[in-house]
């Protein structure tokens, strides 16, 4: 029996750091912290190490094509796949940021979407029968949908939308920041809601494609949010710590062996929210 394997991207600290504790505690098998910078992730590796617990390093830059590529090798040769995925890793500017929207919509997306798609691109294939797979997004991301034209929101909710169509729509937004015609053609305001919206979106394909391409396996794959998490992201004044904020993507990352659900769902607290 191969030794079982977790990666959790954008785990150096946050949340991430948090699940990588967590699944350190909780899952049998190898868990590994990832983070671009590799001096910070031996860093945040020693500080759990100082816990007492035994997480492993990769490097992995999820902006960086021929880091993903790199890292979907050594696993696929080392343990021959991956049993739990958890992408993590996300960008959000602050509030305050007084950088264009149209360069934030950019940025954004690039990590938040694109750079998420490129990892599932390249590690669904790995991921091995009975495996989990969990898409770190957001709330903001059912709030932005809602704040779409009710023509946006169609598109977004219909049952056969296609994984080009939504790439298709995640470019409409950030070129249409560019002219500044995005809330005439019914975006809303927020380029980190946009893009969560997008990741949750592509998680409900996914997870419809992989119930048709491998009905046998049991992968559950999920969206979830884990909630207003004191974090460099959300800032000081958030409700949860980031042991709190790991607790539902930790959850949907343990579904036990032959689960058939939640699978293709949008999950906060725990619960499967309404899209």
Same mark, same amino acid.
């Given at each position: 029996?191969?030794?079982? /394997?977790? =990666?959790?991207?954008? *785990?150096?600290?946050?949340?991430?750091?948090?699940?990588?504790? #967590? !699944?350190?505690?909780? +899952?049998?098998?190898?868990?590994?912290?990832?983070?671009?910078?590799?001096?910070?992730?031996?860093?945040?590796?020693?500080?759990?190490?100082?816990?007492?617990?035994?997480?492993?390093?990769?490097?992995?830059?999820?902006?960086?094509?021929?880091?993903?590529?790199?890292?979907?090798?050594?696993?696929?040769?080392?343990?021959?796949?991956?049993?739990?995925?958890?992408?993590?890793?996300?960008?959000?500017?602050?509030?305050?940021?007084?950088?264009?929207?149209?360069?934030?919509?950019?940025?954004?997306?690039?990590?938040?979407?694109?750079?998420?798609?490129?990892?599932?691109?390249?590690?669904?294939?790995?991921?091995?029968?009975?495996?989990?797979? /969990?898409? =770190?997004?957001?709330? *903001?991301?059912?709030?932005?949908?809602?704040?779409?034209?009710? #023509? !946006?929101?169609?598109? +977004?909710?219909?049952?056969?939308?296609?994984?080009?169509?939504?790439?298709?729509?995640?470019?409409?937004?950030?070129?249409?920041?560019?002219?500044?015609?995005?809330?005439?053609?019914?975006?809303?305001?927020?380029?980190?809601?946009?893009?969560?919206?997008?990741?949750?979106?592509?998680?409900?394909?996914?997870?419809?494609?992989?119930?048709?391409?491998?009905?046998?396996?049991?992968?559950?794959?999920?969206?979830?949010?884990?909630?207003?998490?004191?974090?460099?992201?959300?800032?000081?004044?958030?409700?949860?710590?980031?042991?709190?904020?790991?607790?539902?993507?930790?959850?949907?990352?343990?579904?036990?062996?032959?689960?058939?659900?939640?699978?293709?769902?949008?999950?906060?607290?725990?619960?499967?929210?309404?899209?």
């Amino acid at each position: 029996m191969s030794t079982r /394997v977790a =990666v959790v991207t954008g *785990s150096n600290k946050g949340i991430g750091l948090a699940i990588v504790r #967590a !699944l350190c505690k909780q +899952f049998q098998g190898d868990v590994y912290l990832t983070s671009r910078d590799i001096g910070r992730g031996q860093e945040a590796v020693a500080s759990l190490t100082s816990e007492g617990l035994k997480p492993m390093f990769q490097q992995l830059d999820i902006n960086d094509l021929n880091s993903i590529t790199t890292a979907a090798a050594y696993f696929k040769e080392k343990y021959g796949g991956v049993d739990v995925l958890i992408n993590n890793a996300g960008i959000a500017f602050k509030v305050a940021d007084t950088t264009p929207f149209a360069i934030q919509a950019e940025v954004t997306l690039k990590t938040n979407f694109f750079a998420t798609r490129d990892m599932l691109i390249h590690f669904l294939p790995l991921i091995k029968p009975g495996g989990r797979v /969990v898409n =770190v997004s957001s709330n *903001s991301g059912l709030r932005a949908l809602n704040q779409c034209s009710p #023509a !946006l929101q169609q598109r +977004f909710r219909i049952e056969d939308i296609t994984e080009d169509e939504l790439v298709g729509l995640m470019q409409q937004f950030v070129d249409k920041t560019k002219k500044e015609e995005h809330k005439k053609d019914g975006w809303p305001e927020t380029a980190y809601g946009v893009s969560k919206l997008g990741l949750t979106t592509l998680s409900m394909i996914q997870a419809r494609r992989l119930s048709k391409e491998r009905p046998n396996d049991g992968i559950l794959l999920n969206a979830c949010c884990p909630g207003w998490v004191r974090t460099d992201m959300a800032g000081p004044k958030a409700t949860k710590s980031p042991d709190e904020g790991a607790v539902t993507p930790v959850y949907l990352a343990l579904l036990p062996p032959g689960a058939t659900g939640p699978h293709g769902k949008f999950v906060s607290e725990k619960e499967v929210q309404p899209w």
